[in-house]
């Protein structure tokens, strides 16, 4: 039997085909069951008005009992945005990621809330351990414990 | 906590050294059987179903009258906060203590069967669903994690009715019980804080013999999920456990036992016990005639059974086969007759970068005026410091132009500066040669213990070659091991000797302790030797042999119970002072923490 993850990856993407992305979240590339790349945009006023984001997601066969791996890219003329939850080499904090994932969340939830949570933010900053936990950070940002700051930014 | 249970009764031994601590060792069947009890109590006073209970203890870390205050105040919030009702359904159902029962529901499209006895709340509602979006409908279901729609899909929900595959639950619990080693499992649906009960995993991980389920896994798929239910089973108990002061887990990899020592359950009682256990398990029981435990038999401490005569000590490789450990602290040995606190400062002193400063202090000197580091590695005594160009007289310290001269005449000997400076690293010089002195000795015992192996090896060729050129037995020869036994044993209280004798106060009590250590050692010493020193060929030569280190046996055994004992009883009476705080003891009021009953 395929992974568990081909199949709800299939039908995720055969759903982001017929039913087309929320506004503001872009389908970049799904060229297989691992790594897709998306671009979200935050749409109305916002600090990040006209600015567009590219999102990394790499998924375990597991998934979605595992969560999956979202990053910003950074690099190629990508930048992360600037926000107190997301550091300069686009690993992101946020709950839902890590310990509050559930699998009946899917690659658009991700992009919907990592829109909203931009969408929230109220001003542009790094979070304050930004060049500590840049210095060392893993490459796999799963890899990381964060501690979920503040939900309300 | 309850600790009328049979299995806390302390077996009465006639007479208890001072130096050891009242124990049980129970298996994890023991536990589990502690564990029901506490399950069964709240069960009946609730008038809940176990899953409830279990539910419930597990979320206020078994603190019984807690949950029971808190249950009494408001039995609804208690219940969401456990996980075992969601917000929305207990709102809507007023009833909430008779009956919170989890529940559990098999909606299996193609033959619907409830999986076993329905908890005592048999007339559920069919409350609407909280979340519509998962819930079967009556013309097909789709799982909504792996979107599998076949009509032939089994499904399983807690009781918010989240419905998913039976496959996905199964990856899901693995998920959480192998790979997080987690007790607890909430619910797969985003933001849903139910979590499932134990009958609910055991269902789907090891369903009922003849059931469909059971039925339709592969032997592969039946042997994955009773091994997680056991690590989920491990799981429950550890938490148990590690809520329970008075319990310890075994530390030693891949054993399930746990020591109970309610005497050593509060940190205060760690400044006068030294609460060294054994969890009663044997890995390899060579030669040891002493029963290993089983579920409900505990163990004695071999020490506390057969320590007051050489003759029935159990051939002990220095902990090789029974998992000695301190109830107090993470010290994974025997660490008698130096308190945790005292063995946890030494052992962070040595693994301590400190020395290496203190290293430093001792060989170098800093500039007087920008503190630069420097060691002065030849040359003359006019220093010149590379970064601040400062010069200065190496001995005195002083700088170079109050000397005067151009050739060295350190005539400055008494200036201030100068003093205090060579008072610092005098100091500092000090105090590294006495640790070493402590440390020094501390190792050398840890490494005759652990050379033990060795002598063991040893020691067996001689009792071969003993039988062979004498008429003794090979019971006769036993004296050989019993001798290297007990040298082990002695060696690793000398060892923590040198701990705790570096954190004395320089007093009267010091003074006696030392003497205590000396005479020890010494025999020790002289034990190893007759131990490592030839064999004699002849019938005579050995009679003497066996004579002499019988006798020295007794007598190192006697120094070693006069050394533990010694201080064991200075830790009840208060007579040991720190010269460093240690944790636990207080150091305002000296007079109270001297006598003490």
């Known amino acids: 039997m395929a992974a568990i993850s081909t199949r709800r990856l299939g039908k995720e993407l055969k759903e982001i085909h017929s039913e087309g992305c929320p506004v503001g979240v872009t389908l970049v590339s799904a060229d297989n069951f691992e790594c897709w790349y998306f671009t979200i945009q935050v749409m109305g006023e916002s600090e990040y008005e006209g600015e567009a984001f590219m999102l990394k997601f790499r998924f375990e066969p597991t998934y979605p009992i595992a969560s999956p791996a979202v990053q910003f890219v950074v690099g190629n003329g990508q930048e992360a945005p600037v926000h107190p939850h997301v550091y300069s080499n686009g690993h992101i904090c946020a709950s839902i990621l890590g310990n509050e994932w559930s699998p009946v969340l899917g690659v658009i939830s991700i992009c919907v809330t990592l829109q909203s949570m931009l969408a929230s933010c109220k001003k542009k900053e790094r979070p304050t351990d930004n060049e500590r936990y840049v210095k060392h950070a893993p490459e796999n940002p799963k890899k990381t414990r964060f501690e979920y700051h503040d939900d309300d930014v | ?597």
């Open chain 2, 1 to 597: 906590m309850d600790m009328d249970n049979e299995d806390f009764k302390v077996p009465i031994k006639e007479k208890k050294k001072a130096y050891e601590v009242d124990f049980t060792s129970l298996s994890q069947t023991a536990i589990e059987k502690m564990m029901d009890s506490e399950l069964e109590h709240i069960a009946g006073i609730f008038g809940v179903d176990r899953d409830t209970a279990a539910l419930l203890l597990r979320h206020l870390q078994w603190n019984k009258e807690r949950l029971i205050e808190k249950y009494m105040d408001n039995a609804s919030s208690v219940s969401i906060d456990a996980g075992i009702s969601s917000p929305s359904t207990s709102t809507s159902s007023p009833t909430i203590p008779s009956a919170p029962g989890p529940s559990r529901r098999t909606t299996s499209r193609s033959s619907t069967k409830v999986l076993g006895p329905s908890p005592s709340t048999s007339k559920q509602r069919r409350t609407p669903p909280p979340a519509k979006k998962y819930t079967p409908s009556a013309t097909s279901f789709t799982c909504h994690i792996c979107f599998d729609d076949s009509p032939s899909l089994k499904t399983r929900a807690l009781g918010c009715e989240h419905t998913f595959c039976l496959g996905c639950w199964v990856d899901y619990l693995g998920s959480r019980i192998r790979d997080e080693q987690e007790l607890v499992i909430p619910c797969m649906a985003e933001s849903c804080a139910l979590r499932a009960p134990d009958s609910f995993v055991r269902a789907i991980l090891v369903p009922d013999a003849g059931s469909p389920e059971a039925k339709s896994m592969t032997p592969e798929e039946k042997a994955a999920g009773q091994k997680l239910w056991e690590r989920f089973g491990e799981l429950g108990v550890r938490d148990f456990v590690g809520a329970n002061k008075a319990l310890k887990y075994c530390p030693y990899p891949a054993c399930t036992n746990t020591v109970s020592c309610p005497s050593a359950s509060t940190k205060a009682s760690l400044t006068r016990i030294v609460p060294i256990v054994t969890c009663g398990a044997r890995g390899i029981p060579q030669t040891s005639q002493s029963p290993s435990s089983s579920s409900s038999s505990p163990a004695l401490n071999p020490y506390a059974a057969g320590g007051g005569s050489s003759d029935n000590t159990t051939l002990d490789t220095a902990a090789s086969k029974e998992h000695v450990y301190c109830f107090g602290c993470p010290v994974e040995s025997d660490h008698r007759p130096v308190v945790c606190g005292v063995a946890r400062m030494w052992l962070k002193k040595c693994a301590d970068d400190s020395e290496t400063a203190n290293w430093i202090k001792s060989n170098t000197k800093e500039c007087p005026i920008c503190q630069s580091t420097i060691e002065k590695n030849g040359g003359c005594n006019h220093m010149t410091c590379k970064k601040c160009k400062h010069e200065f007289c190496w001995v005195c310290m002083g700088p170079w132009t109050e000397h005067g001269t151009q050739w060295y005449s350190c005539n400055r000997y008494e200036e201030k500066a100068g003093i205090d400076a060579r008072d610092q690293q005098s100091q500092s010089r000090a105090s590294l040669e006495r640790y070493l002195h402590y440390y020094n000795r501390w190792a050398n015992h840890e490494q005759s213990s652990k050379l033990s192996l060795d002598l063991y090896a040893k020691t067996e060729k001689k009792m071969e070659s003993l039988q062979s050129s004498s008429a003794l037995t090979w019971i006769e020869v036993q004296f050989m091991r019993k001798a290297v036994d007990q040298a082990v044993r002695c060696r690793r209280t000398l060892q923590w000797t040198y701990a705790m004798g570096y954190f004395l106060e320089n007093d009267n009590m010091k003074e006696l302790f030392e003497a205590n250590q000396r005479d020890l050692e010494r025999s020790v010493e002289e034990l190893s030797e007759l131990l490592e020193g030839p064999v004699p060929v002849d019938k005579e030569g050995i009679g003497v042999l066996r004579q002499k280190v019988t006798d020295k046996t007794v007598y190192v055994q006697m120094r070693n119970e006069v050394m533990l004992e010694d201080t064991a009883n200075g830790l009840v009476e208060g007579r040991w002072k720190w010269n460093a705080p240690v944790e636990g003891f207080s150091y305002e009021e000296d007079g109270d923490v001297d006598v003490l009953p």
